[in-house]
């Protein structure tokens, strides 16, 4: 069965805790990509990586780091500089040159 | 900077409906335009447009493209429960295949 995976489904972090949310994918998909989705907001790109050991900043990365060691995952650590990260973390991937991103169902993120 | 705008923000139909949504765009060396639904979790794939005036259908959605007026339109006929959602239009930025995404509209359908 292919596609994306995300966990945790909820996240509860205490302010200044790290948190490291996991996105894997078996599509053999080269890109991958990390947004935030606020209520009532479209999607904002956090990271994306189009290859294994590299990865560029989205428009809003300020406290928030990625890596890419596998093609297959993709994980995004949400640190204690991120001032408000509560939100909806949506992950996705796509084949390299082409448009079309395939989506993760999501990781709730809630900082009490 | 690239920019993607819907509307409208919400709207609420009525089953049978016919409801139209749009979405303009200001983008460099614009290639293409996608269409998403998102439910509760996940936005699902619908369509990817880039050629002005073909329309794209899948049973009771449609979308076509304008190039001259930089907008797509979104049309459900015939609306069910089932498709209230959230609809989310996306534009690839010039270099790479990164995504700027609209606002979304969200669209109830009542019983």
């Known amino acids: 069965d292919g596609g994306i995976t995300q966990s945790p489904k909820y996240l509860f972090r205490k302010e ?33 990586s189009q290859i294994v050991n590299d990865f560029q900043k989205g428009d809003i990365a300020e406290g928030y780091s990625v890596s890419r060691e596998k ?37 709730r993120l809630t900082v009490l | 900077e ?13 089953e049978g409906d016919t409801v139209t949504l749009n979405c303009s765009y200001e983008v460099t060396n614009f290639r293409s335009l996608l269409w998403y639904k998102q439910e509760k979790k996940a936005p699902t794939f619908l369509f990817m447009l ?33 498709d209230s959602a959230i609809y989310l239009c996306a534009v690839p930025k010039a270099a790479g295949n990164k995504l700027t995404f609209g606002g979304g509209t969200r669209v109830l359908v009542k019983p």
């Open chain 2, 2 to 14: 690239d920019k993607v705008v819907q509307s409208p923000l919400s709207l609420v139909v009525h």
């Open chain 2, 50 to 82: 880039t050629s002005s005036g073909i329309e794209k259908k899948s049973g009771r959605l449609s979308s076509i493209l304008d190039k001259k007026e930089l907008s797509s339109i979104l049309n459900i006929t015939a609306t069910q429960t089932g």
């Open chain 1, 16 to 48: 200044g805790q790290n948190v490291t949310l996991s996105c894997e994918q078996n599509l053999n998909h080269d890109a991958m990509y990390w947004y935030r989705q606020d209520p009532g907001q479209g999607l904002r790109l956090i990271y994306y």
């Open chain 1, 71 to 107: 093609k297959e995952s993709f994980p995004l650590t949400v640190t204690s500089a991120q001032k408000n990260p509560t939100a909806f973390y949506l992950c996705a991937s796509s084949l390299a040159g082409l448009d079309t991103q395939y989506f993760g169902p999501g990781t």
